[in-house]
């Protein structure tokens, strides 16, 4: 089944959901549907993002965090009514920001030993975004704090993988749109973590903010 059917499909199943308490049987299929998206998003965040925890001593698995997320979604969709697909997909990926982020607080928490495992292993620099310093716990609130729009094609591009065709597809903009908004939400950033930026003696004095080229 190609992702335009799913994602039909899986709106159907949202419409569908009723305004009550009765709404478990819907609710199952809405995942079970796309579950296999939900993976793909999973294994994403999980080894782009927080490779650190795939690794000893936490071993997780794409699958464990997919059963979590599920679990979590099971609940929110009690109460929460995402109108839309978009909608969907950015509540799921909250939830396996959550638990992704509770698992590296509580590796960063645990005696520094564990840490040794680690030593012969260069960690990437994606990790930064692992949550495993408080500078990095800094990063992650400040995209939480990003306006909506450019929260979420800065999540789904830069944290996702997604190339800006695909989450210009997703969103249902031009691609023109999301690279505006990823443009944007990196000056929000800059702006709040400017401080976490070294200079230099020579470009203090010029523009702060490092130019990428493109």
């Given amino acids: 089944m190609n992702d335009a059917c799913t994602t039909v499909i899986i709106q159907r199943y949202l419409d569908a959901l009723p305004g009550d308490d009765q709404s478990e049987a819907v609710v199952r299929q809405v995942l079970e549907r796309s579950a296999e998206r939900l993976r793909l998003l999973c294994a994403k965040f999980l080894h782009k993002d927080y490779p650190r925890l795939s690794r000893?001593?936490?071993?997780?698995?794409?699958?464990?965090?997919?059963?979590?997320?599920?679990?979590?979604?099971?609940?929110?969709?009690?109460?929460?009514?995402?109108?839309?697909?978009?909608?969907?997909?950015?509540?799921?990926?909250?939830h396996m920001r959550w638990q992704l982020n509770d698992l590296a607080r509580r590796l960063d928490?645990?005696?520094?030993?564990?840490?040794?495992?680690?030593?012969?292993?260069?960690?990437?620099?994606?990790?930064?975004?692992?949550?495993?310093?408080?500078?990095?716990?800094?990063?992650?609130?400040?995209?939480?704090?990003?306006?909506?729009?450019?929260?979420?094609?800065?999540?789904?591009?830069?944290?996702?993988?997604?190339?800006?065709?695909?989450?210009?597809?997703?969103?249902?903009?031009?691609?023109?749109?999301?690279?505006?908004?990823?443009n944007r939400a990196r000056l929000l950033l800059a702006e709040k973590l400017a401080d976490l930026v070294p200079h230099t003696a020579d470009d203090r004095s010029q523009d702060p903010m490092p130019r990428r080229k493109e």
């Fill in 56 to 94: 000893p001593p936490v071993n997780l698995e794409t699958d464990e965090l997919l059963s979590g997320v599920v679990a979590g979604l099971l609940t929110s969709l009690q109460k929460t009514r995402p109108p839309t697909v978009r909608r969907f997909f950015a509540l799921a990926s909250q």
């Fill in 109 to 182: 928490e645990r005696p520094a030993m564990f840490d040794l495992v680690d030593v012969d292993v260069a960690a990437p620099p994606t990790s930064t975004l692992s949550g495993l310093g408080v500078d990095a716990r800094r990063i992650l609130d400040a995209i939480e704090k990003l306006p909506e729009e450019e929260r979420e094609v800065f999540d789904l591009v830069a944290i996702q993988g997604l190339t800006h065709g695909e989450a210009a597809s997703i969103v249902s903009v031009s691609e023109k749109t999301v690279q505006r908004r990823l």
